[in-house]
């Protein structure tokens, strides 16, 4: 079964996902960072964490065929196809309120980090804290001096990644309002979401 979403641009969005099923996240116009968590579904202070797959795929995120776990290293999304160049960012916070102060903007500017709090709330699982999240087609190179560089995103309109719940779980979504720095192209665009459900047995890996 499939659902056709849409996140609109600047806002988020939390869907439940059961064992099995998949989520692609379009990346229609190339240049648009989606922030990506992921709670599971009988505990949401148990959630996916970056730190934590950084050292399961021995790299800054992971490729086709990888997953990402859990802050108990448990397993819960796999990476089962990367139309992308693959460059995902996993180590920068999700942009919020303060961040926006910081870089000099003098109205209220929205955020992924409130982006995910309003998702969680509107599905009634409002949560206490904001993981780091999974930055998909986000482009932080490191320079060799160790330099974070805010780089411009790599990809093309239609890029996408799917990614498998390995167990039932929640995964929000934030399309990244930032528009001071160039990683969204300075243009924060709405971000299409497929669901396919019930594919248990399809196989997970
Ligand atoms: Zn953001």
């Given at each position: 079964m499939r659902e056709d979403l849409l996140i609109p641009a600047r806002h988020g969005?939390?869907?439940?996902?059961?064992?099995?099923?998949?989520?692609?996240?379009?990346?229609?116009?190339?240049?648009?960072?989606?922030?990506?968590?992921?709670?599971?579904?009988?505990d949401l202070s148990h959630a996916m964490s970056m730190e934590h797959s950084r050292v399961e795929n021995g790299r800054l995120?992971?490729?086709?065929?990888?997953?990402?776990?859990?802050?108990?290293?448990?397993?819960?999304?796999?990476?089962?196809?990367?139309?992308?160049?693959?460059?995902?960012?996993?180590?920068?916070?999700?942009?919020?309120?303060?961040?926006?102060?910081?870089l000099g903007c003098k109205e209220p500017h929205r955020s992924c980090s409130c982006n995910l709090h309003e998702a969680m709330i509107a599905i009634e699982c409002p949560i206490a804290k904001t993981p780091q999240p999974l930055n998909l087609f986000m482009n932080i190179p490191i320079g060799e001096d160790m330099t974070l560089i805010q780089g411009s995103p790599l990809g093309k309109p239609g890029d996408f990644v799917t990614l498998r719940a390995l167990r039932d779980c929640i995964v929000a979504f934030s399309a990244c309002p930032q528009d001071i720095t160039p990683i969204n192209g300075h243009s924060p665009s709405a971000v299409p979401l497929i669901i396919e459900r019930g594919n248990v047995g399809a196989g997970a890996h």
């Amino acid at each position: 079964m499939r659902e056709d979403l849409l996140i609109p641009a600047r806002h988020g969005m939390a869907v439940r996902l059961a064992y099995g099923d998949t989520v692609t996240i379009v990346n229609e116009s190339g240049t648009q960072v989606v922030d990506t968590w992921a709670f599971c579904a009988d505990d949401l202070s148990h959630a996916m964490s970056m730190e934590h797959s950084r050292v399961e795929n021995g790299r800054l995120c992971a490729r086709e065929g990888g997953q990402y776990v859990t802050d108990r290293r448990e397993p819960i999304l796999y990476v089962t196809q990367d139309a992308s160049p693959g460059v995902h960012d996993t180590i920068m916070a999700a942009c919020d309120p303060q961040r926006y102060i910081n870089l000099g903007c003098k109205e209220p500017h929205r955020s992924c980090s409130c982006n995910l709090h309003e998702a969680m709330i509107a599905i009634e699982c409002p949560i206490a804290k904001t993981p780091q999240p999974l930055n998909l087609f986000m482009n932080i190179p490191i320079g060799e001096d160790m330099t974070l560089i805010q780089g411009s995103p790599l990809g093309k309109p239609g890029d996408f990644v799917t990614l498998r719940a390995l167990r039932d779980c929640i995964v929000a979504f934030s399309a990244c309002p930032q528009d001071i720095t160039p990683i969204n192209g300075h243009s924060p665009s709405a971000v299409p979401l497929i669901i396919e459900r019930g594919n248990v047995g399809a196989g997970a890996h």
